[in-house]
């Protein structure tokens, strides 16, 4: 749905008005134009605190794009920066500072106490102003739980405040702040994650924190067509944020079978037809569900390397007056559907090596809607779901969560304007965000090159100013 409020505010006589009255003044965001696009152009700077784990695997990632790569000098706590490669040249922060900056990245994986945060500053406070509209802010850091002494672990937990007020700040210009937590010895596997956060493709993703662990050697891939030869079950397909999700996975190579309800099968076809792949008709709240849908897997592909649990519904009522059918059916569409599918694929070995498994949350399971209690406990749950079900797959695969916030889709367009307002201007960017975003992030943790990445839940919702 357009966002007229956005448009008018990027007109010479919006941007007056909106100024004088001091409302919101979202700027556009820039998006992935093409596969083929670089992740990353402009100037990017580099900075390392002392005793860097990760600055060399950075430098490595972000050497592979056209962009001009820099590395902070003239500060003793950023004397590790000069580790970010060859290619990076020096810019003293001591001096004036003539760049406009694409993207700020600054490994702090070194930072062992909370004194040493002050290498933060000495980075940032410097260059924080001279990054451009629709920049992008990265930062590494130590997995806390990984720290053996307490001050480091308290440094490095600091890294999420930090990122989070950043992501506030430079959200006025379109730009995000998000920070990667690494085990120990897994800064290998950045390449996938780091492209993400630098790309178009996290345009909506914002003052977030992912944790990559320990994993197999990530794959090389294709970075145009990364998901070539693996399928790709989307539930929910038939229009909307799942309609995304099966173009973006098929644009990056992926067969794709389209599920959805046979009230919708029309609107699927379409859908799968456009992207060569197959529609399924099903109802996942039927018992038979699971063993049906993996039947459809087992008959025409052997196998699924892809399953992205989109399908949801909402029935809402405040709890009092909420029909018991309202809430059995929001619990059985938006988590125990997904549960019994993945149980079903698991048990009949259907599930490929390095495989990855999605399920979409929300932002209502994090901070709770009014009018939501079923949904929100649905959404929750979803949560709980991936955390612990991450600490028992095996062979390579992989479950993670997307909590959207407020996304332009006909469920949203229904909303009364004013709610609808409000909800578009409560986050970092002024905005709300588009299905393409959603599946951006889909596609990131669906890289055979994010087998790191498990268990994490990252909200696509441009940093909403509620919830954690």
């Known amino acids: 749905m357009s966002d007229l409020y956005l448009r008018l505010a990027n007109t010479p006589l919006g ?7 001091g409302l919101p003044s979202p700027v556009p965001l820039t998006r992935l134009q093409r596969p083929d696009q670089p992740f ?18 950075l430098g490595r990632t972000i050497s592979a794009s056209p962009a001009n790569l820099f590395f902070a000098s003239g500060a003793e706590s950023l004397g590790d920066s000069e580790l970010a490669g060859k290619k990076a040249k020096a810019l003293d922060l001591s001096a004036p500072i003539e760049n406009a900056f694409k993207a700020l990245v600054f490994d702090a994986t070194g930072i062992k106490n909370p004194d040493e945060l002050k290498a933060l500053y000495a980075f940032f406070h410097p260059t924080i102003k001279k990054l451009s509209a629709n920049g992008r802010v990265l930062i590494i850091g130590q997995t806390p739980s990984s720290c053996r002494k307490p001050a480091n672990a308290a440094a490095q937990q600091a890294l999420e405040g930090f990122t989070r007020s950043v992501g506030k700040e430079v959200g006025k210009k379109g730009s995000t702040a998000n920070l990667i937590w690494i085990a120990p010895g897994t800064d290998q596997h950045l390449d996938s994650s780091v492209r993400f956060f630098l790309s178009p493709r996290s345009a909506y993703v914002s003052g977030q924190t992912v944790r990559i662990g320990k994993s197999d050697p990530a794959p090389a891939v294709s970075q145009v067509k990364p998901l070539t030869s693996k399928v790709a079950l989307v539930t929910g397909a038939s229009r909307g944020i799942g309609e995304a999700i099966a173009q973006t996975l098929a644009r990056d190579g992926a067969t794709v079978i389209g599920l959805d309800i046979p009230q919708a099968l029309n609107e699927l076809r379409a859908v799968t037809d456009a992207i060569g792949g197959k529609a399924f008709a099903c109802d996942i709240t039927d018992a038979a ?10 008959e025409h592909f052997e196998g699924i390397d892809l399953v992205i649990h989109n399908a949801g519904i909402t029935r809402d009522k405040t709890l009092g007056n909420m029909p018991e059918h309202f809430w059995d059916m929001t619990i059985a569409v938006n988590l125990s559907a997904e549960e ?11 599930m490929r090596h390095n495989g990855r498994i999605v399920c979409i949350s929300s932002i209502s399971g994090i901070a709770g809607n009014f009018g939501q209690t079923n949904y929100s ?25 997307i909590a959207p916030g407020f996304i332009e889709t006909q469920m949203t367009a229904a909303i009364p304007l004013t709610i609808r307002e409000a909800g578009r201007r409560m986050n970092s ?25 498990n268990g994490n839940v990252v909200r696509v919702c441009g940093q909403s100013l509620i919830g954690k």
Request: negative net charge; aromatic residues 4%; glycine residues 10%.
């Open 377 to 401: 406990t649905a959404k929750s749950g979803v949560i709980g779901y991936v955390e612990s079900m991450a600490k028992h797959l095996k062979n390579g695969v992989t479950i993670n969560a």
């Open 340 to 350: 019994l599918i993945d149980e079903e694929l698991q048990k009949r070995k259907l």
């Open 429 to 453: 960017l002024s905005q709300g965000g588009q299905p393409i975003d959603v599946a951006e992030a889909i596609a990131w943790y669906c890289s055979p090159a994010s087998n790191g990445v």
């Open 15 to 21: 941007q007056t008005a909106v100024k004088s009255l």
């Open 40 to 57: 990353i152009e402009g100037d990017v700077l580099i900075g390392a605190a002392n005793g860097t784990k990760a600055v060399a695997s």
């Open 289 to 298: 569900a699971p063993n049906l849908i993996a039947d459809f897997i087992a």
